[in-house]
């Protein structure tokens, strides 16, 4: 690919993680401004709806930085210079999120493969929980998240919430410089 199109690809990318990176601060937002509602189905939706949209738009980063697949994708050298440029590596947290990707996009695949994978397919669809640290849950829920730790359990990921919305909060004013270099370019 000319160096032209590479230029007009990065410059799309960065446009796109500038916007999903203010799509996970909103979510953060929404996550940390939620109060116990009078109705439960309200009290326990609301922060899967802010967790929801926080892990899609940080693994539309994810994918936008690393391609598919990680190191395996076609796209990861290819990335590397948008990498470079916005200070990111393999260490970050959104690294391995475009698997997360996959399971939010592709939920009735993912939830058919846990069932037909568990030896006990009970199903909690949702649990919002303050468990002491050590406390074991049984792998029943399909969405679970933990009050004092900031993991969710999603499917048979566990991401840390509060790791990815430093990372972006990290990462979202040098997006933002690396746009305004592009754009001051002589043309």
Not at 40 to 50: I, T, V
Not at 93 to 101: D, E, I, Q
Request: proline share 6%; net charge negative; hydrophobic share 40%.
């Amino acid at each position: 690919m000319n160096a032209n199109r590479e230029d007009t690809l990065q410059l799309a990318l960065l446009w796109h993680i500038e916007m999903q990176s203010r799509f996970v601060i909103y979510a953060a937002d929404e996550l940390e401004t939620h109060r116990p509602a009078d109705d439960f189905a309200d009290a326990l939706l609301r922060p899967f709806y802010a967790i929801h949209n926080l892990l899609y738009a940080a693994a539309s980063i994810s994918k936008a930085l690393w391609g598919l697949e990680g190191r395996s994708s076609r796209d990861y050298e290819r990335r590397r210079p948008l990498r470079e440029a916005i200070g990111i590596d393999d260490n970050s947290p959104l690294y391995l999120l475009f698997a997360v990707h996959e399971g939010v996009e592709h939920y009735d695949q993912a939830l058919t493969a846990w069932i037909d994978s568990s030896d006990d397919p009970f199903v909690v669809e949702a649990a919002l929980v303050n468990d002491p640290p050590d406390f074991r849950t049984p792998n029943v829920y399909l969405k679970r998240f933990d009050l004092n730790t900031g993991v969710v359990k999603f499917i048979d990921h566990r991401i840390h919430i509060p790791s990815i919305i430093c990372e972006v909060e990290r990462i979202a004013p040098r997006v933002q410089r690396e746009l305004r270099r592009i754009d001051e370019r002589p043309s």
